[in-house]
């Protein structure tokens, strides 16, 4: 589930049941629905809560299998380009049934095996 506002943005889209509906039905990836504020019927987005700054800004060398922490850096860098909106999409949308589930399963495993619930919320889920 890589955009977790993707909820607050069908609920400004759609309106409130197309979030209700996604929601049951992603209740447990634990995908908030929050509504968008709005000023005299004018949506206004909220503000971000993701942040992807280090594909942005890092200049240091970019290939896995050097060392450890060239490792790291290169496997942050490559899932914050995976996490672009055209990109994602494209890739979403050509994947197979079984792709998908694998994916989705194994993101989740990752996130259970390393992750103590208290910074799954705050970290994942990104509630206050």
């Known amino acids: 589930m890589a955009a977790m506002s993707l909820p607050g943005l ?27 504020k709005r000023r005299k019927g004018v949506y206004i987005p909220q503000m971000a809560r993701h942040s992807h700054l280090f594909v942005e800004t890092f200049k240091g060398f970019v290939g896995f299998g050097l060392d450890r922490p060239t490792d790291e850096n290169t496997l942050i860098y490559y899932l914050q ?7 994602i999409r494209t890739l979403v949308a050509r994947m197979t049934d079984k792709e ?6 194994h ?5 259970k095996r390393h992750l103590a619930e208290e910074e799954y919320h705050r970290l994942f889920l990104k509630e206050d």
């Open 81 to 87: 380009k995976f996490s672009d909106d055209d990109l």
């Open 107 to 111: 993101l989740g495993a990752l996130l």
């Open 100 to 105: 998908m589930l694998a994916l989705f399963d």
């Open 10 to 36: 069908v609920w400004g889209l759609t309106g409130r049941r197309a979030c209700i509906r996604l929601n049951r039905r992603s209740r447990q990836a634990g995908i908030p629905c929050a509504a968008p």
